[in-house]
Antibody
Framework: EVQLEQSGAEVKKPGESLRISCKGSGYSFTNYWITWVRQMPGKGLEWMGTIDPSDSYTNYSPSFQGHVTISADKSISTAYLQWSSLKASDTAIYYC??????????????????WGQGTLVTVSS | DIQMTQSPSSLSASVGDRVTITCRTSQSISIYLNWYQQKPGKAPKVLINAASSLQSGAPSRFSGSGSGTDFTLTISSLQPEDFATYYCQQSYSTPWTFGQGTKVEIK
């Protein structure tokens, strides 16, 4: 079974650093990009960025570029999302998801499946 | 960035009702459109990709249509387990973006 297992909930203070993880299993980790998605309390889904675990190529949303770092360690099939200095506005659930893609006629479509269970990050003084 | 606008933001419906959710994009995206279902406290799950292709394991009462800028998700006969929030998502260009969500509630 393909699974993404995320690290547990975190409670941090503003200014602290944090790294959360997402471990893939049941498939070849380097064959699929990993995406991170933010969901602020009571809000919708926001794509943060994507990493290719085979070579660590990353693509960030401009909204998150410079605020977070996405990385991966293919030797342990794990992707990471990292902050160097958290803010209260970083309070959210963060999901990782596997990027899948396929051909539908002449177009190559990307979608996210499966998703990890989510990691709740709470930043409060 | 491609803007995604879903309507309605929420709706109330009864079991057995036919439900339609619309997603409009700020520019033409061909069929680069996916639909996800998110239940409270759970991660999203993909229902439909490429605008109309039902994901393996998704119930056949779900269907999608559209291309260009206007897309529709239809639930032919609403079941108790379908009460959730639904999101459209474009994969035409990065940053990949989601609609704001449509919450389907019990009437």
């Amino acid at each position: 079974e393909v699974q993404l297992e995320q690290s547990g909930a975190e409670v941090k203070k503003p200014g602290e650093s944090l790294r959360i993880s997402c471990k893939g299993s049941g498939y070849s980790f380097t064959n699929y990009w990993i995406t991170w998605v933010r969901q602020m309390p009571g809000k919708g889904l926001e794509w943060m960025g994507t990493i290719d675990p085979s070579d660590s190529y990353t693509n960030y949303s401009p909204s998150f570029q410079g605020h977070v770092t996405i990385s991966a360690d293919k030797s342990i099939s794990t992707a990471y999302l990292q902050w160097s200095s958290l803010k209260a506005s970083d309070t959210a659930i963060y999901y990782c998801a596997r990027r899948k893609h396929g051909w539908f006629g002449e177009v190559n479509i990307t979608w996210f499946d499966p998703w990890g269970q989510g990691t709740l990050v709470t930043v409060s003084s | 960035d491609i803007q995604m606008t879903q309507s309605p933001s929420s709706l109330s419906a009864s079991v057995g009702d036919r439900v339609t959710i619309t997603c409009r994009t700020s520019q033409s995206i061909s069929i680069y459109l996916n639909w996800y279902q998110q239940k409270p406290g759970k991660a999203p799950k993909v229902l439909i990709n490429a605008a109309s292709s039902l994901q393996s394991g998704a119930p056949s009462r779900f269907s999608g249509s559209g291309s260009g800028t206007d897309f529709t998700l239809t639930i032919s006969s609403l079941q108790p387990e379908d009460f959730a929030t639904y999101y459209c998502q474009q994969s035409y260009s990065t940053p990949w973006t989601f609609g704001q969500g449509t919450k389907v509630e019990i009437k």
